[in-house]
């Protein structure tokens, strides 16, 4: 059985409490790493400047962006302390590889079910695919 390394288990540590219940019990099925719990304002700006550029004082995307939320005028549920929002990834971690964070997904979806808590999938989504990540429905 797996199970978390340090650094993932104080990320999960900064979650909201269903996160932390969903999380534990996925462990014990498969092997993830935690990549993010909560995220300071400032941290979530520099996620969201990656694959963009100042133009004129605005921002314009030049490449591939990690965010569309800045972290002040725009806030993520990872802003939230506890954080109503994961991002974890199959571990070892290999970005192109869609069918693990699928696996990874279906498994998160099954527990959080049936816990009884509602969480959303960024796989689902269809305008920004975010594969890592899952926040609660509150």
């Known amino acids: ?13 900064t979650c909201h409490e269903d996160l932390q219940k969903i999380m534990n019990e996925v462990i014990k ?10 995220r300071t304002s400032e941290e ?15 921002w314009k995307k030049v490449g591939r962006t990690v965010t569309d939320k800045d972290g002040h005028t ?20 290999d970005w192109d590889n869609y069918k693990a964070f699928t696996e ?10 049936s816990l009884g808590i509602a969480i959303k999938w960024g796989g689902d989504w269809k305008s920004r ?10």
């Open 1 to 13: 059985m797996a199970t978390f390394g340090k650094k993932s288990l104080e990320k999960l540590a």
């Open 29 to 38: 099925e498969y092997n993830f790493t935690i990549l993010y719990g909560y």
């Open 44 to 58: 979530q700006y520099k996620l969201y400047k990656q694959g963009r550029m100042l133009v004129d004082g605005k």
């Open 74 to 93: 725009n806030k993520s549920k990872h802003n939230s302390l506890p954080s109503t929002a994961i991002d974890i990834a199959p571990y070892p971690v």
């Open 104 to 113: 990874l997904a279906k498994i998160v979806k099954r527990i959080a079910n």
């Open 129 to 138: 695919v975010d594969m890592p990540h899952f926040e609660l429905i509150l």
